[in-house]
Structures are given as C-alpha cells and as structure tokens.
C-alpha cells in the first residue's frame, strides 16, 4: 500500500501494542506535531496517514521521506498509540476519576481473568488432547488383543477338534482292546484259574530208573493238586448237603417248601446252582544234587568277577574241608545279589541243605550268605473240570427272624432231616443271616465247607 508520502508499509502492527502513528510534517511545521496526539476515542485525525509499520521504523523515531515530485523534505515521527495518555478531559471532577480507574481496574481484572481462563482452557484442551491420544493408542492395542485373542480362539477351537477326533478314535479302540480281551479271557479261562489255597502232603517217593540220564543224585517229587472251588453264599440263604444224593433231587424237583421257624411259617424255594470251574494237575519238582542258591550277596565296591572268584574259592575251601569237590561254575547276578553254584561231584549240594546261613568274608568284613538247594518245578497233567454237586441244594426266601443265625439253622436241619417233608439225613448246613460268605466244594466228597470269612 502507498501513503500519500510516497512510503510502501506491507508489515503488521507489533503484537500485544498499539499500532503506531505515522505522522508527516513538513520542514518548519515541527511545532505543530504536539498537537497532534489523538486523543481518547477522536477518529478525526488531520490528514495524516496512520498505518502499521515495522519493528525496524520503531527503532528509529524520527526520519526524513521526500514526497514524489516534490523536493522538499518531510520530517516523519512515529508515536507509539499505547505510550500516548490523553489528558484528563476538561470538567471532570476527581470522584469522577476515581471511579473511571476503579471501573478500568475491573475490566482489567476481568480481561485478566478472561485471559486466564483462555489458558486455563488451553491447556484443558492440550490435556484433552493427550488424553484422547492415550485412548486411541490403547483403543488400537485393545483392538489388536482382540484380534490375537480371536486367533487364540480359532487355534484352541481346532485343537479342540483334533482332540476330539482323537478321543473317538481312542473309544474305538478301547471298545476293540475291550472285545479282544473278553475273547482273550475266555481262552485263557481253558488255561488259567485262580485258585483257592491248598494245603499239600507228601504222598511218595518214585525211585528213578539208572539209565545213565540221572547221573547227579539228584532228588524228584511229584505233588498231585485239586483245587477247591468257591462257590458265594449271600444273605439269608442256606446250603443243605445230603448223605443221599435221590433225595436232595426229589427236594429240588419239589421246588417249595414250608418251613417252621418257631412262632411262624416261612415259604423257602430250593433252586439247584452250578458251580465255577475247577482244576487239578500234577506239581514234580527235581532238588539238585550238584546246585545250590546263594542270595543276600551284599554288594562290593569289586569287580563282578572279583566277587564271582572270591565266592568260587570260598565254597571251594569250604568243601575241601568237609571233603567235597571241585566247583565247574558260578553264576553271579550283581544286581539281585544271587548266585547259583554247581559242584562237579554229584550230591554235593547235599551238605548245605541243613544249612540256611553261610559265612562269607569279604574287604576285611564277615558277612551271612543265604544258602538253599536249586529247584526245579515243572507242571503236569494239568486238567480243567466242572464241578456238580447233586448231594448240594440251595434255599432262598428265608425270612429275617429274631432268633440267632444257629437257632434259625437248627430249625432248618431239623425240617429238612425228617422223611415226612421228603428229607433226609444231612452231612453239611451253613445258613447266612447276615453279609455273605464263601464255601468250598471238594472234589472227593462233594460236602461244603467254609472257608473264607464272610462280607459284613
């Protein structure tokens, strides 16, 4: 913009002041600039041009501008609006004064507070701002746990499949492993059974033929088994065994009986029952004459064949002294601390069987060796039955009475005992009130004995 001075102001007014004044003056007119000053809300300033300068014309308050076409010189002088005070206007009283300041003041505190609650605001806002970039961040990290998580889901689903695919197949072969061994048992009952235990007695002793087989002295026993078979008595039933095998038939084909216990009458049903599978079979044993075990072996810090040298010339010694023989071979086990010895001279084993402690010494240190002959068992003969037991009837339906389980026994035997209700004599009772109880059958009489302690 061009003044009527000729002069190109294109900057703006400094901040936070009052625009300045440019005010020409010709030469020699100096002494009118004081009356220039504008005063308080006066826009009818003489025709002099007012325009916002720079910083640079500030620093210099007075210069000279020659106005086009003309070659007098102007005086310019820059007056700062803000550092003019225009006097106080004429009739104003001091009252008048005071309040106009006091009212000044107030506005000045309200700008300032204005002022203040601008930056108050400002900064609310720079916090806001913060703030809401902090929520966005965490807004984008939530938004990508989600989506992990969302993976997670579709990843733990699929192993989830896998595993239950995995767990029909197992059902399936668990159901096939099921089958298979219910088949498995059903073959292996031809063969395997367990058994009752059995007390076994010597019966003979069977001279062995020399025909240059058994040249080791050694020693052979067989032991003939049968075994018993257990047959469940439950509660308030009876097992009644009879000399006479007609007549525990005649009472199962009778099916029904009454029987009086004491002050009442009972309705008892005789049911004929099977019996699990027996066994019988033939144990022979051969005791060695040349071999015997030795076990309890403690263990050395020495070789194996240390310790497999050392017990060869202690029980060479030994039976050297006693007038054995030489020892052909040790068979030494570290790990189970056995060893099996075998002599050359048949029968040699024969002078350890009252012998069931042995000394041994070893790394300066006595030691007690188990000592006992080397068997030999083999099974024979060995032969599955069905036991039947037609002597044998079963009662059901015996009512719960107050009498004790002897006296409710007695009164079944004494029933059953007379021929006038189809009886007999009796060999075998056992009646269970209570729990249940296990009975044995034997194969040579066919009677019934207890033997296992009943469940309460």
């Known amino acids: 913009m061009e003044n009527g001075l000729g002069l190109h102001m294109g900057q703006q007014p400094l901040e936070n002041s009052a625009p300045p004044v440019l005010i020409a003056v010709e030469q020699g007119d100096e002494s009118k600039m004081n009356h220039l000053s504008p005063k308080a809300g006066d826009t009818n300033l003489p025709k002099f041009l007012v325009c916002g300068i720079s910083e640079a014309l500030l620093q210099d308050s007075s210069r000279?501008?020659?106005?086009?076409?003309?070659e007098e010189k102007t005086n310019v002088f820059l007056f700062s609006l803000q550092s003019m005070v225009p006097p106080d206007p004429p009739g104003t009283s001091k009252e008048e004064m005071e309040k106009l300041q006091e009212e000044?003041?107030?506005?000045?505190?309200?700008?300032?507070?204005?002022?203040?609650?601008?930056?108050?605001?400002?900064?609310?806002?720079?916090t806001a701002d913060g703030e809401c970039d902090k929520a966005e961040k965490k807004l984008t990290e939530l938004k990508e746990q989600e989506k992990q998580h969302k993976d997670r889901m579709i990843s733990f689903e699929q192993e989830l499949f896998l595993l239950n695919q995995e767990k029909t197949e197992l059902k399936k072969e668990i159901e096939k492993l099921k089958e298979d061994l219910e088949e498995y048992n059903s073959k292996d009952n031809l063969i395997k059974k367990k058994v009752a235990g059995m007390k076994l007695k010597f019966t003979h002793l069977e001279k062995m033929k020399d025909d240059g087989a058994d040249l080791d002295m050694d020693t052979h026993c067989v032991f003939g088994a049968v075994t018993k078979i257990p047959f469940r008595l439950n509660q308030n039933h009876a097992l009644l065994t009879f000399e006479d095998e007609e007549v525990?038939?005649?009472?199962?084909?009778?099916?029904?009986?009454?029987?009086?216990?004491?002050?009442?009458?009972?309705?008892?049903?005789?049911?004929?029952?099977?019996?699990?599978?027996?066994?019988?079979?033939?144990?022979?044993?051969?005791?060695?004459?040349?071999?015997?075990?030795?076990?309890?072996?403690?263990?050395?810090?020495?070789?194996?064949?240390?310790?497999?040298?050392?017990?060869?010339?202690?029980?060479?010694?030994?039976?050297?002294?006693?007038?054995?023989?030489?020892?052909?071979?040790?068979?030494?086990?570290?790990?189970?601390?056995?060893?099996?010895?075998?002599?050359?001279?048949?029968?040699?084993?024969?002078?350890?069987?009252?012998?069931t402690k042995f000394p041994f010494c070893a790394e300066g240190r006595w030691f007690n060796l188990s000592v006992c002959p080397h068997f030999d068992f083999h099974l024979r003969k060995f032969q599955p039955y069905r036991g039947v037991s037609k002597k044998t009837i079963l009662l059901k339906g015996i009512p719960e009475v107050e009498e004790d389980e002897e006296t409710v026994q007695d009164m079944i035997e004494i029933h059953f005992q007379k021929p006038s209700n189809g009886g007999g004599e009796i060999e075998k009772i056992k009646y269970i009130s209570r729990g249940a109880a296990y009975v044995c059958f034997e194969e040579d009489a066919g009677s019934a004995t207890s033997e296992i302690p009943r469940d309460s």
């Open 104 to 126: 000044l003041k107030m506005w000045q505190k309200r700008v300032e507070e204005a002022e203040n609650a601008k930056l108050e605001l400002l900064l609310s806002k720079l």
């Open 248 to 355: 525990a038939q005649k009472l199962t084909k009778m099916s029904k009986h009454c029987v009086e216990l004491d002050t009442r009458t009972a309705n008892v049903t005789v049911k004929p029952f099977d019996l699990d599978m027996g066994f019988q079979f033939e144990l022979h044993v051969t005791i060695s004459g040349k071999k015997i075990n030795v076990s309890e072996i403690p263990k050395l810090s020495i070789s194996k064949d240390w310790v497999r040298d050392k017990l060869e010339l202690h029980f060479y010694k030994t039976e050297q002294a006693t007038g054995g023989g030489e020892i052909k071979d040790v068979t030494y086990n570290k790990s189970s601390g056995t060893a099996v010895i075998t002599f050359l001279r048949p029968g040699a084993s024969s002078k350890f069987v009252g012998c």
């Open 64 to 70: 000279q501008y020659t106005h086009p076409g003309k």
